[in-house]
């Protein structure tokens, strides 16, 4: 093979290695989608057929003995008449129990006297889903004992139709306020790019404090009202 043989070789080796390698394309970046974020809020009022109450029994004693003697006895007596009532098993729940010395303290020099007292608290959590009698059901637990109530809190034990609509009510405020500030703005609304949501609800409490008398007082005022429930939209649409 002449010297002349061997280069035009080498050149058809060259070209056929360089239409085998990579090949780099130049591609620009897409364009970024502009976007403009919104809230929209939907709500519905409903009325409570579910109250959720928390009550219990403080006892104060100079052994830790003799105040958790004192408080089992009274918080069966309370339980066994929320049973006898007609509260499930299945509505009570024990919360707390707790149980702490509390240093006693001289009032006049305001100095640790060195004695102490035991405190024990118990503390369940009831459902009640008969609203009409838990006036008298307060009157009951107290009269069997139970001389705390932290909270009454009222529910609706099926909303799912009703946030259901509210969630929709949002969207629709959401999608209005957007195409009003597209509008206001000169732009073209686009399609959802993300959307997300959050339920809350405002449940009515009624009643916190301590002493059996004063609860069963407070009994028959207690009125359960509304409950308002909002839903809370984000939607980002894109714009043009």
């Given at each position: 093979m002449n010297a002349k043989s061997i280069i035009v070789t080498v050149a058809m080796l060259a070209l056929i290695l360089s239409a085998c390698g990579p090949t780099t394309i130049n591609q620009e970046a897409p364009a970024a989608v502009r976007t403009m974020s919104v809230n929209g809020t939907g709500e519905t009022n409903l009325v409570p057929d579910l109250a959720y109450i928390y009550v219990?029994?403080?006892?104060?004693?100079?052994?830790?003995?003799?105040?958790?003697?004192?408080?089992n006895a009274q918080t069966e007596k309370m339980i066994a008449a929320l049973r006898d009532f007609g509260i499930a098993a299945a509505d009570i729940r024990t919360t707390n129990f707790s149980i702490w010395p509390n240093e006693r303290f001289d009032p006049q020099t305001g100095m640790p006297t060195g004695e102490k007292i035991y405190v024990v608290d118990n503390t369940v959590y009831v459902t009640v889903r008969e609203l009409e009698k838990l006036g008298d059901l307060l009157d009951t637990v107290v009269s069997a004992g139970a001389n705390t109530v932290n909270s009454i809190q009222f529910d609706v034990a099926d909303k799912d139709e009703a946030l259901k609509q509210a969630r929709a009510e949002a969207v629709k405020d959401a999608a209005s306020q957007a195409q009003s500030l597209a509008d206001a703005a000169g732009l073209t609304l686009g399609e959802i790019q993300s959307i997300s949501f959050f339920d809350s609800?405002?449940?009515?409490?009624?009643?916190?404090?301590?002493?059996?008398?004063?609860?069963?007082q407070a009994a028959v005022p207690i009125q359960p009202g509304q409950l308002t429930f909002t839903v809370t939209v984000s939607v980002s649409y894109a714009v043009k």
């Open positions: 219990g029994v403080h006892t104060e004693q100079p052994s830790a003995s003799e105040a958790m003697t004192e408080n609800g405002f449940p009515v409490f009624a009643g916190k404090g301590e002493a059996g008398g004063a609860v069963a």
